[in-house]
């Protein structure tokens, strides 16, 4: 059964006043957008151009499967809490629309959930597009529509990234992310060039791996020293501070912008400290070419946040002193079976072994990491399909491979097996709760993500300090994947959901001795296209 994202919103300028809608039909497995439509209803309040969009966006699905299950999301509280049957609906023009969005399908097929404005800027566009149309007399026209191209980096899309509304209660329709899109689209790209996979082969340059925008000199970068761009980073420091003018005992405005300055006061000629900062600060920023860690040094000697003195200094450039970091070549595993169906498998399931698919996504990633030719070990989760993926690699490469209990995915409990939507179906309580809180464990005694996060740090601290200076393919799973980014990076638990992994993909961390980590790659796919 097809699983269709209708995203929908209206909007009126008078309240009531001119008024439009817009509402955008999804694949829920791919996040392709399937349909647009938006309509200049005429003078209208925001509420009643919002069912509007409802209903059409709900008619737009119908129309294209009457058997799937649609998945709506919108920024409008009232419509969610009305159509979920959760609020009475009261207003005389809004109950017929209700009625008939609820006769679109049949009952227990269509789902809601709200989400902030901000991440309904698609069917928002599409709203804004029908009222400037209706401004000029006219209907709005799909073929002249550029909405899903204003928006197309906009936080609404639906799959994919993993983004979803917030208010309390709040189910996203997928496994947060799941990466169902960019499975998808690997999927499609096998298919089609299997034919030619030889010219496949030739794989990206090696030097897109290998960039790290944190430490170390990029492969490819521009000519040019540490030193300068060092001192460009140093100089965008100072011209962005709000800075005083330096003080009478010779502190630095470099040193004052790190401290950071405080809310500008009106000098008595009225012009502002920022204004006179802004402009000093463009002068001093050309004369910080030769003394950018000078400068870094006189911040700290005068109390200057430490971090925003590395920031002055050139971030991304270790000390000579550092050496060769230990690099984690993060590999997930090829499809299984129920991958493409997008249902829970961790540690504690049936242990799925790769699906065809998923072997020859596993020996694309073979013959490109052979090419690159960096990988100095392999390490992999003892799970079936990790074991299977790492043996194909480190057949190519030569090596053998360990296993590292560490590594393994997340137990899911009672959820291993079920889709997303059946585990929202039989236990929303604890999804609720599992995607609340990083503390919460499925349901049946799962792995919380708190628990894998404490022995994925302590697993990666074991192989840091066995592979000092070493390049180690790990071959693992999502979770411990995302984990192990999300630590590198130092972002909080929810940022497990704001990542898209792809099966087979690649991403990269390095670990330097002084503790730091470089995050220089993130589901990378393009070798199996």
Known sequence: MREFIVEADGGSRGNPGPAGYGAVVSDAATGETLRETAEYIGVATNNVAE???????????????????????MDSKLVVEQMSGRWKIKHPDMKPLAAQAARVFPPGRVTYEWMPRAQNKHADRLANEAMDAGARGEQWSEAESTAELDTAGGAGAAGGAGTYGSAAGAVPPEPPGDAAAGAARVRGALAEGRASAAAADAGPDAARASTAPG????????????????????????????????????????????EGARAPQADADGETRAAKADTDARADARAAKADAETRVAQAVKAGADTRAAKTVAAPGWAPADMGAPATFVLLRHGETPLTPQKRFSGSGGTDPSLSDTGREQAERAAAMLARRGTVQAVVSSPLARTRETAGIVAARLGLDVSIDDGLRETDFGAWEGLTFAEVRERHPEDLNAWLASPDAEPTGGGESFAATATRLAATRDKLVAAHAGRTVLLVTHVTPIKTLVRLALGAPPESLFRMELSAASLSVVAYYADGNASVRLLNDTSYLR
């Open 51 to 73: 069912y509007r969009g409802l209903l059409a966006g709900l008619r737009a699905a119908h129309g294209l499967d009457p058997a799937a299950t649609v998945h709506v999301r």
């Open 215 to 258: 430490r170390g000199v990029p492969a490819g970068a521009a000519s040019g020293s540490a030193t300068d761009d060092a001192d460009a980073r140093a100089a965008r420091a100072v011209e962005g501070a709000r800075a005083p003018q330096a003080d009478a005992d010779g502190e630095t405005r470099a040193a004052r912008a790190v």
